[in-house]
């Protein structure tokens, strides 16, 4: 069964950082691929960025240049470091995986395994 859990949100103010970490359980070593979602209130979830096995990475466009995806495969953690951020980041963050999808696709139905979601608020 696998699990997944994520910490790190909270609250800050436009222009600051926060570090999203999410711990993986249970055969999720060799785990391909795995993303960050979000879901402001009354919108649907999209993709933030996905990391695949190797390293290889791909961003949404609203968070290019800001967000870097990283993972620690022998720790099973996943990360997400948010820097400049803004009020429309305010978000559910979530962790998700998959044992296989394609580089580069931020689709919810590519993903078999969801965390519970960390909560981001950025401020103006």
């Known amino acids: 069964q696998v699990q997944l859990v994520e910490s790190g949100g909270g609250s800050v103010q436009a222009g600051g950082s926060l570090r999203l970490s999410c711990a993986s359980s249970?055969?999720?070593?060799?785990?391909?691929?795995m993303g960050w979602f979000r879901q402001a209130p009354g919108k649907e979830r999209e993709g933030v960025a996905q990391?695949?096995?190797?390293?290889?990475?791909r961003y949404a466009d609203s968070v290019k240049g800001r967000f870097t995806i990283s993972r620690d495969n022998a720790k099973n953690l996943l990360y997400l470091e948010m820097n400049s951020l803004k009020p429309e980041d305010t978000a559910m963050y979530y962790c998700a995986a998959a044992f296989y999808c394609s580089l580069g696709d931020l689709r919810q139905s590519a993903y078999n395994y969801w965390g519970q979601g960390t909560q981001v608020t950025v401020s103006s």
């Open positions: 249970g055969h999720t070593y060799d785990m391909y691929c």
């Open positions: 990391i695949i096995l190797d390293g290889r990475t």
